[in-house]
């Protein structure tokens, strides 16, 4: 066995902590969407919440900046396999809006303008893990990127994060979203490469 160089360390593991497997990083933030880019009046623009009891809450665009916000610094990972990292937001935790709801369901299916959707278990919009977000790196958060509003629920694939959300329905039982029922992961994490049915 040849002896090792003197001073070789090996491979500087430490940068690979921060991405999932099978990721690369990018500076820039990729536009993709399942559709055309819906533009809603912010005078039209409404959040809703609805249980599996038929109980529906509602808040306007001025109801919504009105509630407690908050900063959250967050990775981005994408299923196209880019990941964005330190990105700055501000929004809504989705803990402020369900706060008083009573609800027994365990899961959420997540509606746009727009009409796309996407499902989760409830658990994952909750304790500090999801907000309904409306300013990106201190700007409003532009229509490409899901403005006037999106969620955003960066422990999962950005898919999860619906751009132009207009609510939540919440389930006793799962309902598939859009890309889960043409063969995406029902969850979706990405630090276990959950990208298709069967990972």
Known sequence: MAPFTPGFLGRDRSADTTLPPGQYLTHDFPVLSAG???????????FTVM?????????????????????PTVDLHCVTKWSKL???????SLDTLLGDVDTAADYALVRSYGGYTTNL??????DG?????YRYDGEELPSEHGGPARLLIPHLYL???AKWVRGIELLIEDEPGFWESLGYHNYGD???EQRYQGD
Do not use: F, N
Not at 129 to 133: D, P, V
């Open 121 to 126: 278990p409830l658990e994952d919009l909750l």
């Open 36 to 46: 055309p880019t819906p533009r809603i009046p912010l005078d039209r623009w409404e």
């Open 129 to 133: 893990k999801a907000w309904i977000a």
């Open 86 to 92: 330190s990105t700055d937001w501000e929004g809504v």
């Open 159 to 161: 898919w999860k994060s």
């Open 51 to 71: 249980t599996e009891a038929g109980v529906v809450r509602r808040w306007s665009w001025a109801e919504l900046l009105a509630l407690p916000s908050e900063t």
């Open 190 to 192: 990405p630090w276990r």
